[in-house]
């Protein structure tokens, strides 16, 4: 396992190799019928890692997440989550996924339910946190982002960056060790981008353990320990993000990004 | 019988409010909406008086208003008629309840996935079947004769009258139902279903509340449907409006009590028709302004 200087940094009590590894991923395959979308996956994140996906639509990079939250059933292979199986017959698969937080790309807030209730629906049903409490703690981190004063809007007034924004807090009220981001800036305007990939950063400061899926080659190169290039359905390379974008040494890692600098996305 | 009804006084006032409803869709407004709705207005004047005059002058008028426009006969049956109303009233507001209940319960086993529940969607999905196949009035025979005559007794008919009625309509509104959760997108289930909530809580939080907002307009049609349909449990000897009717029409030798059932229903139901188009207007001008 190779981890860079700033997540060797952020575990420093402990020697890396001794850190059990937050997610641990291996021969991981899916197919959807007859199209195989991951054909063996191996991929191991350390606890407080920051690790971006890259890769071109249908590589496997959203797929790859929605397996780790076991939205999608998986064919074969492992996923441990904190050394436990995760994908092991008879796992309580709602234990799981309450420590796991995923924010989609097309927001999915409950359109019926004001932000509030959006944030505090799984504390309330899922942990049975008071909702008092569960109010309380949400309009902490609705403020935390500078949302608390939509805390009684209904999502459809607010803006698609306020929105994404609403959707990182109500997976952070699960308090999660672990939140999968897919590719959540691309259904937003250009001008709303920064707004959401700030709330990323101080969560990656904070120290959340994090696996994103991202188009803004920028802002996986600031943000990242380490990147993977994902490329049908395996991940081709990895490694820091410095040496992925400036020397990669696979060929298809090398087109992508002269295509993504091409198409001026970097 | 049609142009005994339109010709009839004091019914002509609900056909010209509706020409009149042209201004709603927004192109006409002021002046341009006045013009139009005199234009409306004095074409269907035009219209059923001629439909009137035809009908009057026509050879047999004389003895279709004595047998079905008799004044007396109206005002003798009227009071009779309201009353047995009332048990049609009762029938449906007890049916309505249970087929929102029950058909909510087949809808949602009918949406559950998962190998294990395999025989619970296979029961659900062949109560609907068969009670939308099967024509309401056999149900009706079949309950209303066929369980007493198993030797249950001191059940009344209008028991098995509502019992009936919910089997019928249930099996229709859990349709309704379920084309609502199929229309709720599957990443709301998936939004729900990531933060941790079981399938159940899923639905009862998340997607059920949307789908059942959705699905107002066409419940509430299948309500009007249940009004009428109450009448069917005559058969089974439920003295209720019709039946009391059909009392009424021995009694006389004269068809207006048939007339008189007709304007009660059309008083109870169209005003329930119009709240339907109200608030299907209402959902689609609401998702005009949210559509993105």
Same mark, same amino acid.
């Given at each position: 396992?190779?981890?860079?200087q700033?997540?060797v ?14 997610v641990?991923i ?27 996906l ?11 997440l929605r ?6 059933p ?15 017959p008879k796992?309580d ?28 629906l %799984?504390? =309330?049903?899922?942990?049975?946190? &008071?909702?008092? *409490?569960?109010?309380?703690e949400? #309009? !902490?981190?609705l403020a /935390? ?5 939509k ?21 952070l ?11 959540i800036t691309?259904?937003l ?19 959340m ?6 188009h ?11 990147v993977?290039?994902?490329? %049908?359905? =395996?991940?081709?390379?990895?490694? &820091?993000?410095? *040496?992925i974008?400036t020397?990669? #040494? !696979?060929?298809?890692? /090398?087109?992508f990004l002269?295509?993504?600098i ?5 | ?19 009149g ?6 192109r006409?407004r ?18 059923l008086?001629?439909?009137?005059l ?5 050879p ?16 003798d ?6 009353r ?16 929102l209940?029950?058909?909510l319960?087949?809808?949602v ?10 025989p619970i ?14 024509p309401?009035?056999l149900?009706?025979?079949?309950l209303?004769?066929?369980i007493?005559?198993?030797?249950v007794t001191g ?5 098995f ?10 099996a229709?509104?859990s349709?309704?139902?379920?084309a ?14 990531s933060?941790?909530l ?6 009862r ?5 949307q ?26 000897g439920?003295?209720?409006i019709?039946?009391?009717?059909q009392?009424?029409q ?26 339907t ?16």
């Amino acid at each position: 396992m190779s981890l860079d200087q700033r997540s060797v940094r952020t575990t420093a009590a402990d020697s890396p190799d001794t850190v059990r590894p937050a997610v641990e991923i291996a021969a991981l395959r899916k197919s959807f019928d007859k199209l195989e979308v991951l054909r063996g996956i191996d991929l191991v994140v350390a606890p407080h890692e920051v690790v971006c996906l890259i890769g071109s639509s249908g590589s496997g990079k959203s797929t790859l997440l929605r397996c780790i939250n076991l939205i999608e059933p998986i064919d074969s292979g492992r996923i441990l989550i904190d050394g436990v199986d995760i994908t092991a017959p008879k796992v309580d698969v709602n234990k799981i996924r309450r420590r796991i937080g995923i924010v989609f790309q097309a927001f999915n807030l409950f359109p019926h339910m004001s932000v509030l209730d959006n944030v505090t629906l %799984a504390p =309330r049903k899922v942990l049975r946190t &008071p909702s008092g *409490r569960a109010a309380e703690e949400a #309009t !902490e981190l609705l403020a /935390r982002f500078g949302l608390e004063d939509k805390r009684d809007e209904f999502p459809d007034r607010l803006s698609g960056g306020q929105q994404q924004r609403v959707a990182i807090v109500r997976a952070l009220a699960m308090r999660p060790d672990l939140m999968l981001l897919d590719e959540i800036t691309s259904a937003l305007d250009p001008e709303l981008v920064a707004e959401v990939l700030n709330v990323v950063r101080e969560l990656a400061g904070a120290g959340m353990t994090m696996i994103i899926a991202t188009h803004e080659m920028g802002f996986a190169r600031d943000i990242a320990d380490r990147v993977g290039f994902l490329d %049908a359905g =395996r991940i081709l390379e990895q490694g &820091p993000p410095d *040496r992925i974008f400036t020397e990669p #040494t !696979e060929v298809r890692t /090398r087109q992508f990004l002269d295509r993504v600098i091409a198409a001026g996305r970097m | 019988m049609a142009g005994a009804i339109s010709g009839g006084p004091g019914d002509s006032g609900l056909l010209i409010g509706l020409p009149g409803g042209g201004g709603r869709y927004g192109r006409e407004r002021g002046s341009g909406a006045l013009r139009s709705t005199l234009v409306a207005f004095v074409s269907t004047v035009v219209f059923l008086g001629v439909v009137a005059l035809l009908v009057v002058n026509a050879p047999g008028w004389p003895a279709v208003q004595e047998s079905f426009l008799n004044g007396r006969v109206f005002a003798d049956s009227l009071p009779l008629i309201v009353r047995a109303f009332w048990v049609n009233v009762q029938l449906f507001l007890v049916s309505e309840v249970l087929i929102l209940g029950f058909g909510l319960v087949i809808a949602v086993l009918r949406s559950l996935p998962g190998s294990v529940l395999f025989p619970i969607r296979l029961i659900a999905t062949v109560y609907v079947d068969v009670f939308r196949a099967l024509p309401g009035i056999l149900i009706i025979y079949v309950l209303g004769f066929g369980i007493p005559g198993l030797g249950v007794t001191g059940v009344s008919k209008f028991v098995f009258a509502i019992l009936a009625l919910t089997l019928i309509y249930s099996a229709y509104v859990s349709e309704v139902y379920r084309a609502g959760i199929n229309s709720i997108h599957p990443s709301q289930d998936a939004a729900a279903r990531s933060l941790g909530l079981s399938r159940l809580q899923s639905m009862r939080h998340v997607v059920l509340p949307q789908a059942v907002r959705r699905v107002i307009p066409p419940l509430l049609n299948d309500f009007i449907g249940l009004q009428k349909d109450t009448v069917l449990v005559s058969y089974i000897g439920v003295v209720e409006i019709f039946r009391q009717a059909q009392i009424r029409q021995s009694a006389s030798f004269n068809f207006t009590p048939y007339i008189v059932v007709a304007l009660v229903f059309l008083l109870f139901t169209i005003p329930l028709a119009r709240l339907t188009d109200v608030l299907v207007t209402r959902d689609q001008r609401r998702r005009a302004t949210t559509a993105r």
